[in-house]
């Protein structure tokens, strides 16, 4: 994937996700994403706060040190949460097969995303990739860089916000200024909306 963010024709999201704990039985409770549009075009944002299906409330995970990092409470996600279904239906609307979307953390967050997709009875649209394949083309000077610039920001631990703050990063090292970002419109209908 050569030269990814000098495309025209491929939109790049970076994704991000909270969730109940870590570790089996855990499940997702915010999806952030930052849509990278071109370079003249400021990086979108959007993420929702989802609400735990019964089966996640019954036999899941929660960890009251996760909810400590992110802080989102069990009983905000059940009652601010949107349902997994309109959760899955906005991905997928926003994440077609033509935008390439990262992580970085694809083990994790890919596990989060078919535990989603399932309890949704949807099928996921789009295809995760480990955040690397939009730095394979940089020189080893713009991998400090990028790595400089992640450890002077702090990690928000809120799924939109994080997915703001490695995109940004990401494109101010392949722009070589910082750009400007501006928040997703969301559909009629969103609840939980990252605050």
């Known amino acids: 994937m050569k030269?990814?963010?000098n495309r025209s024709d491929r939109q790049v999201a970076v994704l991000d996700l909270e969730a109940s704990a870590l570790g089996t039985g855990s499940y997702p409770i915010e999806v952030g994403v930052g849509l990278v549009r071109g370079s003249g075009k400021p990086i979108a944002t959007g993420?929702?706060?989802i609400r735990p299906d019964k089966a996640w409330l019954r036999d899941g995970?929660?960890?009251e040190?996760?909810?400590a990092i992110h802080g989102i409470s069990l009983e905000r996600a059940t009652n601010e949460g949107s349902p997994v279904e309109y959760v899955c239906d906005w991905l997928n609307a926003l994440l077609r097969s033509k935008t390439i979307v990262t992580t970085d953390a694809p083990r994790y967050d890919q596990d989060w995303l078919d535990t989603l997709f399932k309890a949704?009875?949807?099928e996921q649209q789009f295809t995760l990739y480990n955040i690397e394949v939009l730095t394979g083309d940089f020189s080893s000077d713009q991998h400090r860089q990028l790595a400089y610039l992640l450890s002077c920001t702090p990690v928000p631990h809120r799924a939109g916000a994080d997915a703001l703050r490695l995109a940004s990063k990401l494109m101010e090292v392949h722009l070589g200024y910082p750009p400007r970002s501006e928040t997703l419109e969301l559909p009629p209908g969103a609840l939980g909306?990252?605050?």
């Open 47 to 49: 993420s929702l706060l």
């Open 65 to 67: 040190a996760s909810a």
């Open 120 to 122: 949704a009875g949807r």
């Open 193 to 195: 909306r990252e605050s």
């Open 61 to 63: 995970l929660w960890s």
């Open 3 to 5: 030269n990814i963010l």
